[in-house]
């Protein structure tokens, strides 16, 4: 069964919104930011997942790239 990112990246790309896309990427970008930052807690768990994240919306901008 797919993540919720790989569900939103995918529809995403189906409507060919690399903006939205490009977006998602930049939001991830500060959260890593923010989270890496932190203090009093154990950001491994989140920082995971938001490279999780990263991983799903590079690969599909890659796609949407290629089929330009």
Do not use: C, F, W, Y
Not at 16 to 42: F, P, T, V, W, Y
């Amino acid at each position: 069964m797919p993540s919720t990112i790989e569900t939103i990246v995918s529809a995403s790309v189906r409507l060919k919104k690399r903006r939205a896309l490009e977006d998602m990427r930049e939001l991830r970008h500060q959260l890593l930011g923010n989270l890496q930052s932190s203090s009093g807690i154990d950001p491994r768990p989140a920082l995971e997942q938001v490279h999780e994240d990263l991983r799903v919306i590079e690969k599909r901008l890659e796609q949407l790239r290629g089929a330009a």
